[in-house]
């Protein structure tokens, strides 16, 4: 298969959809590989390499779009690439739909088939394209409140694991899964007394067993919330209900009843955020302060450390892109069936329900009768 990978040009992405290593994977393969140049230069990935590896490099992106039978990207489209589609393409990346008819349409009208990152499930439910984001959010989430718990932020002046003699930093973590591990994870590394809060008591023996004696776990009641943040110079806010609003954990009246200076990371932000007083804020102006508390609210975290970002994330696709490449999408997904679960969109209609649903008016049909 002919497959390429462009420059990502949302604004400050700096991730790329293929390293060097992949292109040696899918070279490896027999397949060939198009990359324009300059595209991993956000991550640190030289054009030199991608040539050492195999790939083609191609001065216009509109040629790579042209010649490639799936496109491997990070982020979806923007309409100054909708004019590339053609039909039949492979688009190989996070979509998210849903909010964005202007994309849905277009993929349509063009007969590419979507295959989103985002909803490609495994046997066991676990969405593998999320997790890495999920997993850098949550080591960054205690990484930031280290700094911004800084005097020139802001915070409250005080380090997250402090020295011989002076109290350590508590830091209350409200969700425990993926994002919440993580950056469990690294607050007990580096010494802090962490409470992690889970509304599953499935996840606090998990974690129990896991952290052992090194955290604290608590039931998720306001009370016990309440109760742990009065106390706290850091919270994270990692709580997710899959397909609803996010609860608002983090009550506006605890500010006044908090350190000033202390910091809260709300990770969650992407889907509302956990704390009533949050809002979006992006890397280029990433805190605000209210009440005197530190709010880090960035949608996009992962983005601070797109090299990182690159190689977490590549490492979850490649192997599905390589089925893909291997047998074509159709056997591929005969293969392994969990390919089923990422098409969004194929041959003009909606084929993920998720999506469906928000388009009744666009044509939609169940993928297992397609392919
Ligand atoms: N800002 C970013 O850059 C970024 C990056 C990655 C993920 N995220 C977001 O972080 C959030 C967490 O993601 P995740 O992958 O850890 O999800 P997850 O599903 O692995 O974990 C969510 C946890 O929240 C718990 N929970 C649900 N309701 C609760 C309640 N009332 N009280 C306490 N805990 C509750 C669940 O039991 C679960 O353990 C999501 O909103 C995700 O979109 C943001």
Redesign the pocket.
């Known amino acids: 298969m002919r497959i390429g990978c462009v420059k990502e040009i949302k604004n400050n992405e700096f991730r790329v959809g293929l390293t060097p290593d992949n292109v040696k994977a899918y070279a490896a393969a027999g397949h060939e590989v198009l990359i324009e140049c300059g595209a991993g230069l956000g991550s640190g990935f030289t054009d030199e390499e991608y040539a050492a590896a195999g790939a083609q490099l191609i001065p216009d992106p509109a040629e790579v779009w042209k010649q490639v039978e799936m496109m491997v990207k990070v982020k979806e489209p923007l309409p100054s690439e909708y004019p590339l589609f053609h039909e039949g393409l492979i688009l190989y990346t996070y979509l998210h739909l849903a909010p964005d008819p202007e994309q849905t349409e277009a993929l349509l009208a063009a007969k590419v088939t979507g295959v989103a990152y985002e909803t490609l499930m495994e046997r066991d439910r676990s969405l593998p394209l ?2 890495p ?2 997993q ?3 080591r960054l989430s205690i990484q930031q409140a280290a700094k911004y718990l800084e005097k020139r932020f802001g915070g409250e002046g005080i380090l997250l694991a402090g020295v011989p003699g002076t109290p350590k930093a508590n830091i209350v973590i ?8 993580n950056a469990c994870k690294i607050a007990v590394g580096m010494g802090a007394n962490v409470t992690i ?4 008591l499935k ?1 606090l023996e998990y974690l129990d067993d896991l952290f052992g004696s090194r955290i604290q776990t608590l039931y ?1 009641t306001d009370a016990n ?1 309440e109760k742990a943040v009065r106390d706290a110079d850091v919270v994270i806010g ?5 397909g609803a609003a ?2 608002k ?1 983090f009550k506006k009246k605890y500010l006044k009843e908090m350190r000033p200076g202390a910091v809260f990371v ?6 509302g955020g956990c704390g009533e007083s949050s809002r979006v804020t992006s890397h280029d102006d990433p805190i605000f302060i209210e009440e005197g508390i530190v709010h880090y609210c ?6 601070a450390v797109p090299r990182t970002s690159t190689i977490a994330l590549t490492n979850a696709t490649l192997r599905y892109g390589l089925q893909i490449a291997a047998y074509g999408l159709e056997e591929a997904c005969r293969r392994n069936p969990v390919i089923y679960s990422a098409i969004n969109t194929y041959d003009g209609k909606i084929t993920y329900p998720g999506v469906a649903e928000c388009y009744p008016d666009l044509e939609s049909a169940d993928i297992h009768e397609l392919i």
């Not at 990692?238 to 899959?242: A, D, K, N, T």
């Not at 709300?266 to 889907?271: E, F, H, L, P």
């Open positions: 999320l997790v984001m999920s850098i959010a949550g409200l969700g425990g899964g993926t994002v919440g591990t809060i889970d509304i599953s996840r998720s919330i990692s709580v997710l209900i899959p996010t609860p954990l709300d990770v969650a932000i992407d889907q960035v949608g996009n975290m992962p983005g």
